[in-house]
């Protein structure tokens, strides 16, 4: 499906953001193991959350749909043998905390993926859970893999890279591992897992960059799924960038090893306020309002990085509307996502306009610069880059093209749905 983007007035209004794709997955996941009935509420309708829960029914869990918004994971029974290999589709999340409860089974079984996954690094899980026991056969630490079930113990990691993934694999490994398991990070990823493992009884505590998880079962209680800032991150942007706008996205996440969009985008100048900030199911929210404003241009880089990873693509796309040069580094592993979010990013503003370049770990944009448009686009088979440019299409002076668009579903099925509800 091709979209067209043409500049609009501007963006007012309220919207409420769907569920959180990363707190989805665990939710999901995590119910699994609970050997009891989780009622879960506000789940991520994105193709990624649903390969995730395919995988859970696949391992013997009942999933019951209450209605459009609420589901109960019946877990009574232990996980089972699936009868066939597990498709983790295009989610690397999926791909890699599945990784971490299936190799500590008493059952073998096996994961594939779509084509871009299939060509994503699984070393960064792999060589830690060997280092616990786990056995495993693949070729060159790719997709497809089969995972030998086996006895785990645990281990203290000392990870070389920032990674919730990574993080989230070994601690729920740990959690049916014999002894203790912990992990440390050179920063802090995102802390889900913790706040899940904490909100449903595991034994784990946290100490600076380290997690320590201790072999415990997870109670069954149910889940309620805040809003996902890395979805609202897309209106954020916009509403920074189109003259005129002022909107409020209700119900948000702002999880601090999640939120460095807002604190990057306050220090360029964005007018960003956090309303009736309150905590659902141990992660906090808020209802964030956002309106137009003159942004300058700054540097991004180090600790931040992980608390804004997934945004990257449209922070540089806000950049080109900030005065000055924008620096982003420290931030190769984009190279890693979907796609290679560093060259596709500049290839999709270069072509729109701005005056961008890449190196090896991040994007240099100088701005402001008046985006031109009229051109066709690529989105790289990637959700992120795809929401991106409709963004940046959206200050076009002519209308873009943005081929493929339907790659929008991976994370954010509700968005032409939502954009157009509050554009003027
Ligand atoms: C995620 C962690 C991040 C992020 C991804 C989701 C998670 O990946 O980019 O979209 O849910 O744990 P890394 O752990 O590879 O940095």
């Given at each position: 499906m091709d979209v067209t983007v043409k500049k609009i007035k501007s963006l007012n209004g309220e919207i409420e953001i769907p569920a959180d794709k990363s707190v989805t997955h665990r939710a999901f996941m995590f119910a699994s193991l609970t050997k009891g009935k989780v009622k879960i509420s506000?789940?991520?309708?994105?193709a990624d959350c649903m390969s995730t829960l395919k995988i859970v029914q696949q391992l013997g869990c009942e999933v019951n749909f209450l209605n459009n918004n609420e589901l109960i994971i019946n877990a009574e029974k232990a996980l089972q043998k699936p009868k066939e290999a597990l498709n983790c589709g295009n989610s690397g999340t999926t791909t890699r905390l599945m990784a971490g409860i299936l190799s500590g089974q008493n059952f073998d079984s096996e994961m594939y993926g779509d084509e871009s996954l299939s060509k994503r690094p699984m070393k960064r899980v792999i060589y830690p859970l060997e280092l616990m026991g786990a056995e495993f056969n693949h070729n060159n630490y790719t997709l497809p893999i089969k995972i030998k079930g086996t006895h785990l113990s645990g281990i203290n990691y000392n990870s070389p890279l920032a990674s919730a993934q990574v993080k989230s694999s070994i601690l729920l490994a740990g959690l049916n591992a014999n002894g203790e398991t912990s992990f440390t990070e050179p920063y802090k990823s995102r802390n889900h897992t913790e706040l899940m493992f904490q909100y449903m009884g595991a034994d784990i505590k946290t100490d600076g960059n380290t997690v320590i998880v201790r072999k415990s079962e997870l109670n069954p209680v149910d889940i309620t799924i805040c809003g996902d800032i890395s979805s609202a991150a897309f209106f954020i942007a916009g509403a920074l960038i189109i003259p005129g706008s002022d909107i409020i996205i209700k119900n948000t996440g702002i999880n601090e090893t999640r939120s460095g969009i807002i604190d990057v985008l306050k220090n360029m100048n964005a007018d960003i306020e956090l309303l009736n900030e309150r905590v659902v199911s141990n992660e906090k929210i808020a209802d964030i309002r956002v309106r137009y404003s003159k942004l300058k241009a700054t540097t991004i880089a180090g600790a931040i990085i992980p608390r804004l990873i997934d945004e990257i693509p449209v922070i540089a796309a806000a950049a080109t509307q900030a005065e000055g040069k924008t620096v982003i580094k420290d931030?190769?592993?984009?190279?890693?996502?979907?796609?290679?979010r560093i060259t596709a990013v500049k290839t999709q503003l270069e072509k729109l306009g701005a005056d961008i370049q890449e190196t090896s770990d991040g994007l240099i944009i100088n701005g402001k610069t008046e985006l031109e448009g009229g051109c066709e686009i690529e989105c790289f088979h990637d959700h992120r880059i795809a929401m991106s440019a409709y963004i940046a299409g959206l200050i076009c002076k002519k209308p873009i093209k943005i081929k493929e668009?339907?790659?929008?579903?991976?994370?954010?099925?509700e968005f032409l749905e939502l954009i157009s509800k509050i554009s003027i």
């Open positions: 506000n789940f991520s309708k994105g931030a190769q592993d984009l190279r890693n996502k979907e796609a290679d668009f339907q790659w929008v579903n991976i994370s954010f099925p």
